[in-house]
């Protein structure tokens, strides 16, 4: 039987009339999903054309901001690339790990979760 679930709050249940069976509607699915965010790590051995190209690469930033957020890495230990959902964010640091691996830099980049 389809049901919509949109008028119902989370404990709405419903007794169906011609078999008696209880039927618990499905609870609504209106969070936001939680946030995380790549995070960049500093190192002593990537060079910073490497690190600008990954940012312009895997996270669409222009020169100018992959050449900032650079500088922040390298002049504070790490930066925030950019926020996604938990699966993105995992894929992206995935991503940009192999690939710096590929390349034989240490460049790394880890999730947390994100501020707010
Ligand atoms: N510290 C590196 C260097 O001096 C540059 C660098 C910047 C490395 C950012 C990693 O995420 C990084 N060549």
Redesign the pocket.
Known sequence: MIESNLSLSNEDTHHDHDSGTVVQESKPELKRPAMYSVV?????????EF?VEVLQTFFSKTPEQATQI?LT??TKGSAVCATYTKDVAETKAALVNQYARDCQHP?MCEIAPAQD
């Open positions: 960049m790590l500093n190192d002593d051995y990537t060079p910073m690190v650079m890495v390298h460049l």
